[in-house]
């Protein structure tokens, strides 16, 4: 099956994205300081885009084939590097030493300079560089390790094919970003930064796993004649990604709450009663919601349109304290989101 673009025409993107036609909770707030326009998180939109709209079978096939593979178990899951794996066993275990962790990382090209990236990131710097893996990995501590060495497994599944190369690059690095901003949000705002770093690093996992199938599955041609973005990806792939992306976090173990987060992230209509903790899963989700938000206003990650952040469900459902120190807060999200890793 080739994936053909049939004709290009005006697409009302904003309906496929289930984060802004989902329900609201009906509470007006008052007008505030943290309402004022001049604040970058109350967004006018960026325009609307031209998406191209592809053979509609084909789109009809390509998520029933993706549906009845996750029925069945048969998605193909994404294979973690042998020297990885045996890193992330070692967290796992209760006596681990990060020394030899650090060991089986240097293995991966690469993988390395990703961790210094991010233990020299504004949201982990202490002013001083870091520029020793050994000393590196201490201080982004066991769940930070454990999720940069899934996300950088995700991306070698998918090396070497150029016909999402870009695709998958924009989704590692708005997966960056969002663990990025919901780390930091948590410090004031939920308490548990580490998990909201794993959550936004895992949580558009799913559209990872999404090409590799494409990509194993299909005959897809070695070009296409535009380009596969990420708004091109929501159009054909509307809330799918969320189910395959807990499909990934089940197979590895990232827990009930980063799986929660994954499947709500849009939606944020979190049942606690599934989960063992409650108010985890559903503050982990507001949380990733809100990262997800930040950066595509921030222009790190899909379209997105008008928005303002006060009046988002997961933001009145967390109750922000509406103050200065909040708004100082929020006014150092934009320095931190020049965050890319090479690919
Ligand atoms: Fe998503
Ligand atoms: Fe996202």
Request: charged share 25%; glycine share 4%.
């Amino acid at each position: 099956m080739v994936l053909k673009k049939k004709v290009i025409k005006k697409v009302d993107i904003s309906k496929t994205d289930s984060s802004i036609s989902r329900q609201k909770p009906n509470i007006r707030l008052q007008m505030s300081d943290v309402e004022n326009d001049d604040y970058w998180w109350n967004f006018k939109g960026y325009p609307p885009i031209d998406v191209p709209e592809f053979d509609a079978i084909d789109k009809n096939l390509i998520i029933n084939d993706i549906q009845s593979r996750l029925a069945s178990g048969s998605l193909p899951i994404i294979e973690i590097p042998e020297n990885l794996l045996k890193a992330i066993r070692l967290l796992d275990s209760p006596d681990f030493d990060f020394h030899r962790v650090a060991d089986l990382i240097e293995r991966s090209p690469g993988l390395a300079g990703e961790f210094l990236k991010v233990v020299n990131s504004p949201l982990m710097s202490r002013g001083y560089p870091i520029h020793d893996l050994k000393n590196a990995l201490p201080r982004l501590g066991k769940v930070k390790v454990k999720s940069l060495l899934y996300i950088y497994s995700a991306k070698m599944n998918l090396k070497g094919n150029s016909l999402f190369d870009e695709l998958v690059a924009d989704i590692v690095n708005h997966s960056y970003v969002v663990a990025i901003i919901s780390s930091y949000l948590s410090q004031r705002f939920f308490a548990d930064p580490d998990s909201a770093f794993m959550a936004g690093l895992l949580h558009d996992i799913g559209k990872l796993a999404i090409l590799k199938s494409l990509s194993e599955n299909f005959n897809l041609p070695k070009k296409l004649d535009f380009k596969v973005t990420n708004e091109t990806f929501a159009y054909i792939f509307p809330e799918l990604h969320e189910q395959v992306g807990v499909y990934i976090a089940r197979h590895w173990n990232a827990g009930e709450t980063v799986e929660a987060a994954v499947r709500h992230h849009h939606d944020v209509c979190v049942d606690g009663s599934m989960y063992d903790d409650p108010d985890m899963a559903e503050k982990l989700s507001y949380m990733t919601n809100i990262g997800d938000t930040c950066a595509r206003i921030l222009g790190k990650g899909r379209w997105i349109g008008p928005v303002r952040l006060f009046r988002e469900a997961a933001v009145i459902q967390m109750d922000w304290e509406q103050s200065w120190t909040t708004i100082e807060y929020l006014n150092v999200i934009p320095g931190m989101v020049d965050f890319k890793i090479d690919m």
